[in-house]
């Protein structure tokens, strides 16, 4: 019934003329109050288990945190890094700027975009928990070919609102389609030394991204963080062994971690169709109890 032009819009008139059943009033309360007592109960199962995403979650960046920073081997000697966000690391770990161990940077196209063509173009929605979500892309003809994504690529996202600005994520490739991305992305290429999916796991973490936007420049209703800025950042560089080391472990326990995570998410949008079902058969007398 909804006009769909420029927005969805419905009426107050159109509304009012929906016919509706009403039964008696007591029987409209004897319904409330079943499912006030069977929403309270699904709604606090929701909410534990929501609060359990979000434990695994900071289990997750915990032990990613703790890899990165203090390797894998927890008889180690440590030395003070002399970095406020990296703390102490192994004594056999360097310490330099960003930019030490990237072979390039560079930005994304600046252009109109369109629901359909040969090239699809990353924007700033599709960097999720350190992965390329590829849905609700958007595409451009023509690309110039040292613009296109190749596999291990890191994009970084110098402009966004400031609590997002400076989200990373590792370009894994598609078979589908070439990849670019959008003017406030960024992509890094490291070198030798430097292993694309440890700095992604580094560019993640919580102490950092704080750092990072203390770096941002602030405009109106967004942040803008230079990558040349955020180059000047002291990283934790391992030996390259030990950073692959970190990454097979890390990729393990996330998955680990991934796979019950997406369990518990199920199981919510299972009770959330629950509920709706539950209101729905309640309010239209399909339950035999409450006729």
């Known amino acids: 019934m909804a006009n769909r032009t420029t927005f969805v819009e419905l009426s107050r008139d159109e509304l009012a003329a929906v016919p509706v059943d009403f039964p008696p009033l007591e029987t409209q309360r004897r319904i409330a ?6 929403t309270a109960r699904i709604d606090g199962l929701i909410e534990k288990k929501r609060a359990l995403l979000e ?4 289990k997750r960046q915990a032990l990613i945190t703790r890899a990165v920073t203090k390797g894998l081997d927890p008889t180690a000697p440590m030395k003070p890094s002399g970095i406020d966000w990296l703390g102490d690391i192994p004594a056999h ?3 330099l700027p960003l930019k030490r161990v990237l072979a390039s940077s560079d930005y994304g196209i600046s252009a109109s975009l369109e629901p359909s063509g040969e090239v699809a173009v990353l924007r700033m929605g599709n960097l999720e928990d350190g992965e390329i979500a590829l849905d609700n892309l958007r595409f451009i003809d023509e690309v110039p070919a040292d613009l296109l994504l190749q596999p291990n690529d890191v994009i970084f996202n110098r402009t966004n609102s400031l609590d997002l600005v400076g989200k990373a994520a590792i370009f894994r490739g598609t078979p589908d389609y070439p990849v670019s991305l959008a ?5 890094f290429r490291f070198t030798k030394n430097y292993d694309p999916e440890y700095a992604n796991f580094v560019m993640g973490t919580r102490d950092l991204m704080a750092l990072a ?6 405009s109106i209703g967004q942040a803008n963080l230079n990558p040349s800025r955020y180059a000047e950042i002291e990283f934790p560089i391992p030996s390259i062994r030990e950073q692959w080391e970190i990454c097979a472990f890390l990729n393990r326990k996330s998955e680990a971690l991934k796979d019950v995570s997406s369990q518990i998410a199920s199981s919510v949008d299972q ?3 629950y509920r709706a079902a539950l209101i729905t058969a309640a309010v239209t ?3 035999a109890e409450l006729q």
């Open 33 to 38: 109050r079943f499912l006030d007592e069977k």
């Open 55 to 58: 434990r695994l979650a900071e």
């Open 285 to 287: 007398g399909k339950i």
């Open 271 to 273: 009770l959330l169709e």
């Open 183 to 187: 003017s406030y992305l960024v992509r």
């Open 213 to 218: 936007r203390t770096l941002a420049l602030p």
């Open 93 to 95: 770990w360097e310490v």
